[in-house]
């Protein structure tokens, strides 16, 4: 079973510019998770989807907005990028809903100039 | 506002050796504890869960404990191998996210 992909895995983008990531599930996952992680802050929730509807949102300001497919595909995006923005931008998968178990992928690393 | 801890940030030990990993949580209304690794320029592994209702979990050389009164889990790793270099990451679901430690980067020399 293929594991959660991630595209692109490098990006290079300019400040005011914005961004899309797309992330695939693993086959039968319905649960989607976003992560950012930078070395100032760690790893930090952004947001999950189930079932095509945001289900939880971390604290990140309104430019980061994602969403999910009915083949539970989903996409993050970040609008008017800042630097501060730079990141490994990760992506879970899970059965259902809070599920126990999380299945990272490789990240995407967004470095903003 | 759960905030999670772990001690040391930098871990190194000489192949063989058993060791210890701490990671402290300041709310105790947790649903979970998790255990991740972090292999350079890869994604995040999950190692071990521990139900908030569970005292520990073990898989293979691997041994998590939970002690949620105090605020506390620890990752046991026993005869420790240089595959065993990463960073392992604490995590706990908290009002339905996960909050992170900052990690502990583990090298395990031959």
Not at chain 2, 41 to 47: A, I, P, V, W
Not at chain 2, 53 to 79: F, P
Not at chain 2, 91 to 100: E, F, G, H, K, R
């Amino acid at each position: 079973k293929a594991g959660v992909t991630q595209t692109p895995r490098y990006l290079i983008k300019t400040r005011g510019q914005q961004v899309t990531l797309s992330c695939s599930p693993i086959s039968g996952h319905r649960s989607v998770s976003w992560y950012q992680q930078t070395p100032g802050q760690g790893l930090q929730f952004l947001f999950e989807y189930f079932s095509e509807t945001q289900r939880n949102k971390g604290n990140f300001p309104g430019r980061f907005s994602g969403r999910q497919f009915s083949n539970s595909r989903s996409e993050m995006n970040v609008s008017t990028l800042e630097l501060g923005d730079s990141a490994l931008y990760l992506c879970a998968s899970s059965l259902e809903l809070r599920a126990d178990t999380q299945y990272f992928g490789p990240g995407t690393r967004l470095t903003v100039l | 506002k759960q905030e999670v801890t772990q001690i040391p940030a930098a871990l190194s030990v000489p192949e063989g050796e058993n060791l210890v990993l701490n990671c402290s949580f300041t709310d105790s209304a947790i649903y979970n504890l998790q255990w991740f690794r972090q292999d350079p320029g890869k994604g995040l592994t999950s190692l071990l869960l521990i139900q908030s209702s569970q005292r520990e979990q073990t898989s293979g050389r691997l041994n998590a404990s939970l002690d949620k009164s105090s605020g506390r889990s620890t990752l046991y790793i026993a005869a420790s191998q240089p595959g065993d270099s990463a960073t392992y990451l604490c995590a706990v679901d908290s009002n339905y996210q996960l909050i992170w430690g900052a990690g502990t980067k583990l090298i395990i020399k031959p």
